[in-house]
C-alpha cells in the first residue's frame, strides 16, 4: 500500500474509532464508507454495508431504497407500504489491499454478484447477512410494480492500492460479465467502477471537502448590495451548465446539494408532469417564462468574466424542476433551453433562513416541513460545542458542515436525522418506531421533539448516549448481535440509571436529572456496565415474550410489546 493511501487509512480509523481493527478489515470499512458517500450523502453506519465475515467474494452490500439504506425486511416493508413509487440502486463492494487488479479476485466477485440475482436457488455458500440482503432483494422484485419510473440500478466497486490501466483481458471480463447482468432485463443500468489508489484518494478527500463546481454564467444581473450579503446574481442559464451542477459522471442527482431544500422529489405530480411536457414541448424556448427556476445559496463564490466558481452551496428552491431536468435530459434534443437562476452569496445563517422559506412559501408547503430551520437546532449546536474532551460532539445543522475542519472525528458527528431517532428512542421511549419508518415521528416535531420550550440538556444526553454506545461497537467491546437492539438499547441506559442514581423522571429535560447520566457515560468502562444490564434486560424481555416469537433480532426490536416488556423488566429489577 502506497504511503498517501496508508496516511489517509490510518487517518480514517482514528476518526472512526476502529484502529484496533486489522489492516484488512479497516481497508474494507474505508471502502465501503467512501463509495457509499459518495452516492449517499448523508451520514451512515458503515456498519450496515459490511458483508461481515463468511462473505464470499463481497465486502459490501447497499440496497438504496427512496434514498434510504434498507437494512432489514421490515424496514422495506414500512418503505413500500408509504411509498406509491419505488426507486431503487444496488451497490456491491469489493476492497483488497493488493497492490493490483487480479483477475481471479475480480471473477470471484463478478461471480458473486451474479449469483446474488439467481433467480434460482443461490450456488454459494454465502453468509446469514448477504442472505437476508438477497430476501431484501427479492421482496424488492416482489414489488416490480412499483419501478414506474425505471428498473433498479447496479453499481460495482472494486477497489486495490494499484493503477487500474484498461487491461485488455480485465476489460473483457468486464464486459462480459455486465453483458450477462444486462440479459437478466433486472436493471435500468449497470456499472463498474475500478477504484485504484488515486481515484480511492481522491474519494476519501470529498468526503472531507465541501463540493465545489465551476459554471458558465453568460447571461447574468447583478443585484444591488444587501446587507449581510457578499454579492447576488439573476440570470439564466443553459439547462447543460445546469446539469453539470446537479448530476454526477453517472447521471444521479446529486442529492446533497438539496438538503436545504424543503420538500424532497415528489414524483409524477400534475406540476411535475407540466414541467416535463414544457421542456420535451415545441415551446421549450418558453421554458424561462413558465417556470420559476431555481435559487442556490453559496458560502464562497469566485467569479472570473462568466465563469462562476461555487463552493459549499444548496439548491433552496427548484427541487422539482432539478429532478425533472435530470430525468429528462437524455431526451432533450435542445439542452441550450435556459433555466432561470438565482445565486446568493452569504455565509450568514439567519439570511439563508429566511430565503428558504421565502421561496418555499410561494407553493403549498406544510408548516411541518420547516423543522430543520428552528431556532433550537443552533441552542444545541451551541450547547454540544461548550463540551470538552471526550464529551465533545458535534451537532451537524448544515449537511458537510464539519467536513472540511481539522481534527473532527466523524463518529463525533450526529446529524439531525440521527439526534431526532435516538432523542425519540431515549426520552420518548419510541426505539420500536425509529427502527421502522421513523419519518412517522415527524408530527411530534416542534411539540415533543424539538420544541422550542424545551431545555437543550436532554438533546446531548441522548447524543452522547448513542455515541458512547456506538463506540462499544466499533471497538467491538459488545457483540454485533446486539446492533438490532441499538436503540432500545439506547432507552434500557437512561431507564437503568434513572432507577440506580433515583432521579426524577418527571424532571428528564433537566440539567439536574442529565449530568449524571453525562458523568456515567463518560467512563467507557461504567458506560459499558450500564449496557451490559441493558442486554441482559432484553434477554429477559425477549424469554417473557417467546410465545410471540420473540428472538434476538431485528423484527422483535421493532416491536411495541418488546418495547414495553422491557420498561418493565428493568423497573421491576
Given at each position: 500500500?502506497?504511503?498517501?493511501?496508508?496516511?489517509?487509512?490510518?487517518?480514517?480509523?482514528?476518526?472512526?474509532?476502529?484502529?484496533?481493527?486489522?489492516?484488512?478489515?479497516?481497508?474494507?470499512?474505508?471502502?465501503?464508507?467512501?463509495?457509499?458517500?459518495?452516492?449517499?450523502?448523508?451520514?451512515?453506519?458503515?456498519?450496515?454495508?459490511?458483508?461481515?465475515?463468511?462473505?464470499?467474494?463481497?465486502?459490501?452490500?447497499?440496497?438504496?431504497?427512496?434514498?434510504?439504506?434498507?437494512?432489514?425486511?421490515?424496514?422495506?416493508?414500512?418503505?413500500?407500504?408509504?411509498?406509491?413509487?419505488?426507486?431503487?440502486?444496488?451497490?456491491?463492494?469489493?476492497?483488497?489491499?493488493?497492490?493490483?487488479?487480479?483477475?481471479?479476485?475480480?471473477?470471484?466477485?463478478?461471480?458473486?454478484?451474479?449469483?446474488?440475482?439467481?433467480?434460482?436457488?443461490?450456488?454459494?455458500?454465502?453468509?446469514?447477512?448477504?442472505?437476508?440482503?438477497?430476501?431484501?432483494?427479492?421482496?424488492?422484485?416482489?414489488?416490480?410494480?412499483?419501478?414506474?419510473?425505471?428498473?433498479?440500478?447496479?453499481?460495482?466497486?472494486?477497489?486495490?492500492?494499484?493503477?487500474?490501466?484498461?487491461?485488455?483481458?480485465?476489460?473483457?471480463?468486464?464486459?462480459?460479465?455486465?453483458?450477462?447482468?444486462?440479459?437478466?432485463?433486472?436493471?435500468?443500468?449497470?456499472?463498474?467502477?475500478?477504484?485504484?489508489?488515486?481515484?480511492?484518494?481522491?474519494?476519501?478527500?470529498?468526503?472531507?471537502?465541501?463540493?465545489?463546481?465551476?459554471?458558465?454564467?453568460?447571461?447574468?444581473?447583478?443585484?444591488?448590495?444587501?446587507?449581510?450579503?457578499?454579492?447576488?446574481?439573476?440570470?439564466?442559464?443553459?439547462?447543460?451548465?445546469?446539469?453539470?451542477?446537479?448530476?454526477?459522471?453517472?447521471?444521479?442527482?446529486?442529492?446533497?446539494?438539496?438538503?436545504?431544500?424543503?420538500?424532497?422529489?415528489?414524483?409524477?405530480?400534475?406540476?411535475?408532469?407540466?414541467?416535463?411536457?414544457?421542456?420535451?414541448?415545441?415551446?421549450?424556448?418558453?421554458?424561462?417564462?413558465?417556470?420559476n427556476g431555481v435559487t442556490i445559496v453559496t458560502r464562497k463564490l469566485?467569479?472570473?468574466?462568466?465563469?462562476?466558481?461555487?463552493?459549499?452551496?444548496?439548491?433552496?428552491?427548484?427541487?422539482?424542476?432539478?429532478?425533472?431536468?435530470?430525468?429528462?435530459?437524455?431526451?432533450?434534443?435542445?439542452?441550450?433551453?435556459?433555466?432561470?437562476?438565482?445565486?446568493?452569496?452569504?455565509?450568514?445563517?439567519?439570511?439563508?433562513?429566511?430565503?428558504?422559506?421565502?421561496?418555499?412559501?410561494?407553493?403549498?408547503?406544510?408548516?411541518?416541513?420547516?423543522?430543520?430551520?428552528?431556532?433550537?437546532?443552533?441552542?444545541?449546536?451551541?450547547?454540544?460545542?461548550?463540551?470538552?474532551?471526550?464529551?465533545?460532539?458535534?451537532?451537524?445543522?448544515?449537511?458537510?458542515?464539519?467536513?472540511?475542519?481539522?481534527?473532527?472525528?466523524?463518529?463525533?458527528?450526529?446529524?439531525?436525522?440521527?439526534?431526532?431517532?435516538?432523542?425519540?428512542?431515549v426520552f420518548l421511549e419510541q426505539p420500536n418506531q425509529v427502527g421502522?419508518?421513523?419519518?412517522?415521528?415527524?408530527?411530534?416535531?416542534?411539540?415533543?421533539?424539538?420544541?422550542?420550550?424545551?431545555?437543550?440538556?436532554?438533546?446531548?444526553?441522548?447524543?452522547?448516549?448513542?455515541?458512547?454506545?456506538?463506540?462499544?461497537?466499533?471497538?467491538?467491546?459488545?457483540?454485533?448481535?446486539?446492533?438490532?437492539?441499538?436503540?432500545?438499547?439506547?432507552?434500557?441506559?437512561?431507564?437503568?440509571?434513572?432507577?440506580?442514581?433515583?432521579?426524577?423522571?418527571?424532571?428528564?429535560?433537566?440539567?439536574?436529572?442529565?449530568?449524571?447520566?453525562?458523568?456515567?457515560?463518560?467512563?467507557?468502562?461504567?458506560?459499558?456496565?450500564?449496557?451490559?444490564?441493558?442486554?441482559?434486560?432484553?434477554?429477559?424481555?425477549?424469554?417473557?415474550?417467546?410465545?410471540q416469537g420473540a428472538e434476538l433480532d431485528r423484527r422483535t426490536a421493532?416491536?411495541?410489546?418488546?418495547?414495553?416488556?422491557?420498561?418493565?423488566?428493568?423497573?421491576?429489577?
Amino acid at each position: 500500500m502506497d504511503v498517501v493511501t496508508q496516511s489517509l487509512l490510518r487517518e480514517f480509523a482514528q476518526s472512526q474509532k476502529i484502529e484496533s481493527r486489522s489492516e484488512s478489515d479497516q481497508f474494507e470499512a474505508f471502502i465501503n464508507y467512501i463509495v457509499i458517500s459518495d452516492i449517499y450523502p448523508e451520514e451512515f453506519d458503515f456498519g450496515i454495508v459490511s458483508t461481515r465475515e463468511g462473505e464470499f467474494g463481497i465486502d459490501g452490500i447497499a440496497i438504496i431504497v427512496n434514498d434510504a439504506i434498507v437494512d432489514d425486511e421490515e424496514q422495506l416493508e414500512d418503505i413500500v407500504s408509504h411509498a406509491p413509487v419505488l426507486q431503487v440502486q444496488f451497490v456491491f463492494v469489493q476492497a483488497k489491499t493488493s497492490s493490483g487488479f487480479d483477475s481471479g479476485e475480480m471473477s470471484k466477485f463478478f461471480q458473486a454478484v451474479l449469483d446474488f440475482f439467481a433467480s434460482s436457488e443461490a450456488r454459494f455458500n454465502q453468509n446469514d447477512r448477504i442472505r437476508e440482503l438477497q430476501q431484501i432483494k427479492n421482496r424488492l422484485y416482489g414489488h416490480a410494480a412499483k419501478f414506474v419510473r425505471g428498473l433498479p440500478k447496479l453499481a460495482l466497486h472494486y477497489a486495490t492500492t494499484g493503477t487500474w490501466a484498461d487491461d485488455k483481458n480485465l476489460c473483457a471480463i468486464r464486459d462480459g460479465f455486465l453483458a450477462q447482468l444486462n440479459s437478466t432485463h433486472m436493471f435500468a443500468a449497470t456499472a463498474f467502477h475500478p477504484l485504484d489508489a488515486t481515484r480511492v484518494q481522491k474519494l476519501y478527500f470529498q468526503t472531507k471537502n465541501a463540493f465545489r463546481i465551476s459554471i458558465n454564467f453568460a447571461q447574468n444581473l447583478s443585484l444591488p448590495e444587501i446587507p449581510n450579503v457578499r454579492e447576488s446574481y439573476i440570470g439564466l442559464i443553459p439547462i447543460s451548465e445546469y446539469l453539470k451542477m446537479i448530476t454526477d459522471d453517472d447521471g444521479n442527482v446529486r442529492r446533497r446539494l438539496f438538503f436545504d431544500n424543503i420538500r424532497d422529489f415528489q414524483g409524477d405530480t400534475p406540476v411535475n408532469k407540466s414541467i416535463s411536457a414544457t421542456l420535451l414541448s415545441d415551446s421549450s424556448i418558453e421554458f424561462p417564462l413558465r417556470n420559476n427556476g431555481v435559487t442556490i445559496v453559496t458560502r464562497k463564490l469566485q467569479r472570473v468574466g462568466t465563469q462562476f466558481t461555487l463552493e459549499d452551496f444548496q439548491i433552496v428552491n427548484g427541487c422539482q424542476t432539478s429532478h425533472v431536468i435530470a430525468a429528462e435530459s437524455v431526451f432533450l434534443g435542445n439542452q441550450a433551453i435556459m433555466i432561470p437562476i438565482k445565486v446568493i452569496a452569504t455565509e450568514d445563517e439567519e439570511i439563508t433562513r429566511q430565503v428558504i422559506i421565502a421561496s418555499n412559501q410561494q407553493n403549498k408547503v406544510d408548516e411541518e416541513s420547516f423543522w430543520a430551520l428552528d431556532p433550537i437546532h443552533k441552542s444545541i449546536e451551541i450547547y454540544f460545542e461548550s463540551k470538552h474532551g471526550d464529551q465533545r460532539l458535534y451537532y451537524e445543522r448544515r449537511p458537510g458542515q464539519f467536513n472540511t475542519v481539522v481534527g473532527v472525528e466523524k463518529v463525533r458527528v450526529i446529524t439531525k436525522d440521527q439526534l431526532l431517532k435516538v432523542y425519540a428512542s431515549v426520552f420518548l421511549e419510541q426505539p420500536n418506531q425509529v427502527g421502522r419508518y421513523y419519518k412517522d415521528l415527524t408530527p411530534l416535531i416542534g411539540k415533543e421533539i424539538f420544541s422550542s420550550d424545551h431545555e437543550v440538556h436532554s438533546y446531548y444526553t441522548a447524543a452522547y448516549i448513542g455515541y458512547r454506545l456506538e463506540f462499544m461497537f466499533r471497538n467491538r467491546r459488545m457483540g454485533s448481535e446486539w446492533k438490532p437492539f441499538r436503540f432500545q438499547l439506547a432507552m434500557a441506559a437512561r431507564l437503568i440509571l434513572e432507577r440506580d442514581l433515583k432521579l426524577n423522571p418527571k424532571r428528564r429535560r433537566s440539567q439536574a436529572y442529565c449530568s449524571p447520566i453525562d458523568m456515567i457515560m463518560a467512563d467507557p468502562d461504567k458506560a459499558q456496565a450500564v449496557f451490559e444490564l441493558g442486554t441482559k434486560a432484553i434477554s429477559a424481555a425477549v424469554l417473557e415474550l417467546k410465545e410471540q416469537g420473540a428472538e434476538l433480532d431485528r423484527r422483535t426490536a421493532k416491536m411495541r410489546d418488546m418495547r414495553d416488556q422491557l420498561r418493565a423488566t428493568i423497573a421491576s429489577g
